[in-house]
């Protein structure tokens, strides 16, 4: 422990102990114990539990309470009364492009927020070379996003 | 590691927390939010009734409260439909995995500090998750699988354009969200959600982070699908969107998991800019802090949400719903350049103070030199040139352009195979006064017409 002294950040210590000069296994701190990291979650298990449980017997419950009378043009997909239009979606359809454009976005720039949230948590421990990191790490992507705009990708007809 | 290992002060004192405890939180958490939501679906249609000077619903219970309560008892007793192209598994499927997400992320919301109950000290928060913020943003991505899973199986064209275009909606506004809540991690230097309340003691980051949470706001209403972002279930374009195949039980799911959503996310306004459960300043002032301590933060907490719901419901009632690509350009090209420039200036001021002691009272002047910097150059910049299109269109009073008075209009194949003799290289070209010559419009206007049938033998 009086290797890695005292920092004010959750993440201080491990940059220190990464920096500091080789130190011998038997002095490094303990791993956290699993077990009491994953028992934080139980309460969230539960409560998985009980919204599964209320979810599915509300989906399970429906047909047995409800009335049941037969009618074909009530089983028909709905479009405003006239008669549905030969399913070009289901199974092989198409749809717009631009769809799938913004999900590879949300991918690109979700990866990229992902990775600001732990600069967030230790900014004060990395100071100026991890705002310097993070200043290049958003201009890098930031190419990727001003490419993206002048070639359209980001506009909706 | 070593503060990761011990735990922050509400781990510690959650992490004694005996079983019954815990299974009555679950349910207390549960049964919260079913409340809510029966209270926010009145609450709408009083308040927009209100702003639309109509009632709304007040025959059912006192001031119509149970309204909700028994149209949710209408809705079980309603036939359950399966339409006959649904993916019958996945059909089911779907309000379940909507649902469930949106009942978890609650889970992490701190609604109070250390309080007793049944003698038990704890706090009033199920989980402090050392990840806590990071928690909500997953379980919110995956309520995603709900409303896209519901669309494509529903085998119908307008659920899966509704889903489509839902989906496209939350994920884009996912991005504007996760990317204002970095600079308040940033401030608070942790992800759980007590370690934020407790940040925010001299201060809320409301005051602190502005832009932060105006892009919050945005993207939290388009997050929830709700007004002016309810192009998902754009009712004169899409019908009801991803639910349209949906009947009976199933439907209240979804609607209850929107209205949940709603809940969290206010929640999380409140957790993360509005000092959560902390007393608004004139009380945390009173007493010594008494009104921050025991069972007075739930009040405080429960107003602040309430506050944000209604904000939801105000906007609803106010602003008109956007046009899609408006929308799409509003997340992609407005809010996510915003909210990365914010978060790079918020991070050097920060680093600024931290290890250059640089005080935030030369920050101020510099910032200040800045902006009227920045707003002389806009003065300098021309003006955006004037379009002189007025002069080559004449425009009606409405914008729609109108033809030009000296539109020639070649002559119907007819008229032209009538006049065919006579008129025989000129009749293409031919104006219009020369028609009117020879009793007939170019165009066939009504009387024109009756000649020319009682002329044809």
């Not at chain 1, 990395?126 to 890098?140: D, M, P, Q, R, S």
């Not at chain 2, 927390?17 to 679950?26: A, H, M, S």
């Not at chain 2, 000129?426 to 066939?444: F, L």
């Amino acid at each position: 422990m009086p290797v890695l002294g005292v920092t004010t950040t959750v993440a201080g210590p491990v940059i220190e102990a990464a920096l500091a000069a080789p130190v011998h296994p038997a002095q490094q701190p303990p791993p956290a114990d699993p077990a009491t990291g994953l028992a934080l979650y139980v309460p969230l298990v539960l409560l998985f539990v009980l919204a599964a449980g209320f979810a599915i017997f509300s989906v399970v419950i429906a047909p047995f309470v409800g009335p049941r009378r037969y009618n074909r043009a009530k089983l028909d997909a709905y479009e405003c009364g006239i008669e549905p239009s030969p399913q070009p979606i289901v199974g092989g359809g198409r749809m717009p492009v631009a769809y799938y454009l913004t999900a590879m976005l949300f991918i690109l720039f979700d990866i990229e927020m992902v990775f600001l949230y732990p600069f967030a948590v230790s900014a004060d421990a990395l100071g100026v070379f991890g705002l310097v990191e993070i200043a290049l790490f958003i201009i890098t992507v930031g190419f990727a996003y001003v490419y993206v705009w002048r070639r359209g990708g980001l506009d909706w007809n | 590691m070593t503060r990761l290992a011990q735990g922050t002060p509400v781990q510690e004192l959650l992490a004694d927390d005996p079983l019954w405890l815990i299974i009555g939180k679950v349910i207390a958490i549960f049964a919260l939010l079913v409340v809510m939501t029966l209270f926010m679906i009145w609450f709408e249609r009083r308040v927009v009734a209100r702003m639309q000077h109509r009632i709304g619903p007040n025959r059912v219970g006192p001031f119509g409260m149970l309204q909700s309560l028994a149209d949710g008892l209408k809705l079980a007793f309603k036939e359950d439909i399966r339409p006959v192209l649904a993916d019958k598994w996945v059909y089911f499927l779907a309000p379940v995995i909507s649902t469930i997400p949106a009942f978890l992320a609650f889970a992490v919301i701190p609604m109070g500090p250390e309080v007793s109950i049944f003698g038990e000290r704890t706090a009033l928060q199920l989980v402090d998750l050392p990840v806590g913020v990071l928690v909500v943003l997953a379980v919110a991505a995956v309520g995603v699988y709900g409303i896209v899973l519901s669309g494509w199986s529903s085998g119908s064209p307008y659920p899966l354009l509704g889903s489509l275009r839902s989906a496209a909606q939350v994920i884009s506004y996912e991005i504007a969200m996760g990317l204002a809540i970095v600079s308040v991690v940033l401030y608070s230097g942790t992800l759980s959600t007590a370690g934020i309340v407790e940040a925010q003691a001299h201060g809320w980051f409301f005051w602190l982070l502005p832009i932060s949470f105006v892009i919050y706001m945005a993207s939290m209403v388009g997050e929830t699908n709700r007004a002016p972002f309810d192009l998902p279930e754009a009712e004169s374009e899409l019908v009801g969107g991803f639910h349209t195949e949906y009947s009976s039980l199933k439907f209240a799911l979804f609607f209850l998991s929107e209205y949940i959503n709603m809940v969290t996310v206010s929640a999380l306004a409140t957790t993360l800019f509005f000092g959560g459960w902390r007393a608004p300043w004139p009380l945390s002032a009173v007493g010594d802090g008494v009104l921050n301590t025991g069972w007075w933060p739930l009040l405080w907490f429960l107003g602040k949400t309430l506050f944000f719901l209604f904000v939801f419901i105000w906007l609803r009632g106010t602003l008109p719903r956007l046009r899609y690509d408006q929308f799409m350009r509003l997340g992609w090209k407005v809010l996510v350049p915003v909210a990365l420039l914010w978060f790079l200036a918020v991070s050097t001021i920060r680093a600024l103070r931290t290890t250059q002691g640089i005080t935030s009272q030369q920050i101020l002047i510099v910032g200040g030199i800045l902006l009227v910097a920045l707003l002389l150059v806009t003065f300098l910049l021309p003006d955006r040139a004037v379009r002189h299109e007025e002069t080559e269109l004449p425009v009606s009073g409405s914008d729609y352009p109108l033809p030009p008075p000296d539109l020639k209009v070649p002559r119907t194949p007819r008229v032209r195979r009538e006049l065919g003799g006579r008129h025989h290289r000129e009749g293409e070209g031919d104006s219009v006064p020369a028609a009117q010559d020879t009793g007939r419009t170019a165009i066939g206007s009504g009387p024109g017409r009756k000649e020319d049938g009682d002329g044809t033998p």
